[in-house]
């Protein structure tokens, strides 16, 4: 663990306090924590802060996530079709080239 000065918003301050009595951030943040079978420490600011962070931290990773499957789905779908059908071209020659020569290995064995 590392130990960082941050200054915040006021908005994150009155979030930071409101933690710190039973609300319904508190339940929602209790909630998160449980579905990943922990249990937050909320006893100080310091420590509704870092849980603050970790709700932060997993739910920017989330979206990076999401948005590298959309970049993956876009280049699927839409980029690499012409890249797509020049394979399937290359494997159907092949296939094409395949036959011949084993035709052509077969009537050689009549």
């Known amino acids: ?9 006021d908005g994150v301050a009155d979030t930071v306090q409101e933690l710190g009595t039973e609300s319904v951030l508190r339940k929602a943040l ?12 909320l006893s100080s600011e310091g420590a509704r802060l870092r ?6 931290d997993a739910t920017l990773r989330d979206i990076c996530l999401e948005i590298g499957y959309e970049h993956m789905a876009t ?36």
Do not use: C, F
Request: aromatic share 6%; charged share 30%.
């Open 30 to 41: 209790e909630i998160w924590y449980a579905q990943r079978g922990q249990t937050p420490d």
């Open 1 to 9: 663990m590392k130990r960082m000065s941050v200054t915040v918003t």
């Open 51 to 56: 849980a603050m962070l970790d709700v932060a």
């Open 75 to 110: 280049w699927h779908n839409g980029e690499a079709a012409a890249e797509r059908a020049t394979h399937r071209a290359r494997r159907a020659r092949s296939v094409e080239e395949w036959t011949a020569e084993e035709s052509a290995q077969a009537g050689g064995r009549r």
